[in-house]
């Protein structure tokens, strides 16, 4: 999806924006947010690998954080000038990838709880071995081939219980056949190498949002990236939880770079 139209807010004319989206979901979780853009300011919200229109990861294939980001060269090398990077969870652990391999074609990032899980492993134990026992559920089901356990667990973990059963059938199914690219996905976010030194080299805005109601996990690790990063903001939605930005994106806008009036402070 690419998207020119709006209001005005930080992202000036000529800017480009891209947004990506959370396991399970595909680029379309961004379509609310395009009435919200600034005049000359372009959206791009791409499927991640796996996500795309009639594409499905293939069984047992692996994955890594850098094989997430290569498909996004092309956006990244093809802006004018550096992009804003707007990212949900998984997609906000896959946008620091994209800063820490092509810092110079990034000008912020915008992340809502990007699960950098790895920096849990030594500086949050308890919420890293919280993670690793959902994540480890997940797994075990999909590789069981019980893909609608794995669904449910997946959902009502990031949502809430019952949160799985009470979407429509259709979509229960759809969430079921990304099973096997999220079990990927927390075998790449558990053995991520990178150290937090990699990310206090990153020398530009890294604004930060976690949900007050969100899973622990989540929280902890947007909170050490805070800790981390030399250019971080950290702000606490009040209420929020972790489906925020899809489930209400009322409360995400104004603090996204193309907000009519940003939250943030606009240093660049």
């Known amino acids: 999806m690419s998207i020119p139209n709006g209001v005005p807010g930080d992202a000036s004319s000529g800017s480009t924006v891209i947004a990506l989206h959370s396991s399970g979901a595909h680029g379309g979780q961004w379509r609310a947010y395009a009435q919200a853009l600034p005049p000359g300011v372009t959206l791009h919200a791409p499927d991640l690998l796996g996500y795309g229109a009639g594409s499905a990861w293939p069984a047992g294939a692996a994955l890594t954080l850098d094989d997430e980001v290569e ?17 949900h969870s998984y997609g906000g652990a896959v946008a620091l990838q994209v800063a820490l391999r092509w810092p110079q074609r990034v000008r ?9 899980f790895g920096l849990l492993r030594r500086s949050a134990r308890t919420e890293w071995r919280e993670i690793r026992s959902v994540g480890g559920e997940i797994v075990r089901h999909v590789l069981a081939g019980a893909h609608a356990r794995a669904a449910e667990r997946f959902v009502d973990y990031w949502g809430s219980a019952g949160s799985f059963t009470a979407l429509p059938a259709v979509a229960q199914q759809r969430i079921a056949l990304r099973m096997e690219k999220v079990r990927c996905e927390f075998d790449a976010l558990f053995a991520d190498p990178v150290p937090p030194a990699a990310f206090a080299a990153l020398r530009k805005p890294v604004r930060l949002l976690v949900g007050t109601r969100s899973p622990a996990p989540a929280r902890r690790a947007a909170e050490v990236l805070a800790t981390v990063c030399a250019g971080a903001s950290l702000a606490r939605l009040p209420g929020a939880g972790h489906l925020a930005p899809m489930h209400d994106p009322s409360r995400v806008l104004p603090w996204l770079p193309f907000a009519a009036a940003p939250c943030w402070p606009l240093a660049a």
């Open 108 to 116: 912020s990032l915008t992340l809502y709880e990007p699960v950098r």
């Open 71 to 87: 498909p996004l060269a092309p956006l990244l090398h093809g802006a004018s000038q550096p992009v804003h990077l707007v990212g």
